[in-house]
């Protein structure tokens, strides 16, 4: 195969170099930004042996040449567009340009949540393992766990595991979304991990600024971020048959002293 032949056919199709902002390869395929994707000749493309398929995502134009050829083809591409050498990263920045505000912005959340799905799917998966031990009426009148009690230490391991994605989920995001928008991660967790501090709820004391025994009220926003605390302390001081509910969880709560209100 003549690699800079393939590269000079590919330059041609797709609009000759004045067309191409960007550039870059991965494993298989030729990354590409161009100027004005309706000069793209997608029939000459086609026809090249060399080309195993195209598809535009991300405001990039992606040829796929396979593994061990597109580097090659991508240097000489490269020398003939005079745009040098460039990372995905630069390319992936460059097609972010082209795309529309919405585009952005769903581009964005996307950055930010799908390095996470693998731990969230994880935690999920282990919940699932967890109520399969706990679930009553499934292989019996009682569970597996009230019917071996020794698999009740495994299964509250194994719910402890599923249960953390979750609960410190906001580190999780904070250190991504920090990374997404080019901060400092470490800072960024940091943040997350006050708003799951149990302090912010609770000052371990029963008195100073955050004494709960006579508060004023309590945002809404603050109770999602520990839940665990939340319900521990309803448990102890709450009368839930007198609660009332509103659009956001509880509206308020009958206590033994004065009633915290929801906001």
């Known amino acids: 195969m003549d690699h800079k032949q393939v590269a000079e056919d590919i330059l041609q199709a797709i609009?000759?170099?004045q067309n191409v902002t960007a550039a870059a390869h991965c494993a298989t395929r030729l990354r590409l930004v161009l100027?004005?994707?309706?000069?793209?000749?997608q029939k000459a493309l086609d026809q090249m042996d060399a080309v195993k398929g195209t598809f535009s995502t991300g405001g990039q134009y992606q040829i796929i040449l396979g593994a061990g050829t597109v580097n090659t083809v991508?240097?000489?591409f490269a020398a003939l567009t005079g745009l040098g050498e460039m990372s995905t990263s630069d390319v992936k920045e460059a097609g972010a340009a082209k795309m529309n505000l919405l585009q952005r912005f769903v581009k964005a959340l996307s950055d930010i949540f799908v390095p996470i799905i693998p731990a969230i799917v994880a935690g999920g998966l282990l919940m699932g393992i967890n109520n399969v031990l706990t679930?009553?009426?499934?292989?019996?009148?009682?569970?597996?766990?009230?019917?071996y009690p020794g698999m009740a230490d495994?299964?509250?391991?194994?719910?402890l595991f599923a249960n953390a994605p979750f609960v410190f989920l906001p580190i999780l995001i904070g250190f991504s979304a920090t990374r997404k928008f080019g901060g400092n991660p470490y800072l960024g967790a940091a943040l997350a991990m006050i708003m799951v501090h149990p302090d912010l709820l609770f000052d371990g004391t029963g008195g100073g600024a955050w004494n709960y025994?006579?508060?004023p009220s309590i945002d809404c926003g603050l109770l999602y971020w520990d839940g665990h605390q939340l319900r521990g302390y309803l448990y102890h001081h709450a009368d839930l048959g007198q609660t009332k509910r509103c659009g956001r969880r509880f509206c308020s709560i009958?206590?033994?002293?004065?009633?915290?209100?929801f906001i």
Do not use: C
């Open 15 to 17: 609009g000759g170099k």
């Open 35 to 41: 100027e004005d994707d309706s000069k793209i000749d």
């Open 74 to 76: 991508y240097g000489e």
């Open 135 to 147: 679930a009553q009426n499934l292989f019996g009148a009682k569970s597996l766990v009230e019917m």
């Open 154 to 159: 495994w299964a509250g391991i194994i719910n």
């Open 213 to 215: 025994r006579h508060p």
């Open 254 to 261: 009958t206590l033994e002293s004065p009633p915290v209100n």
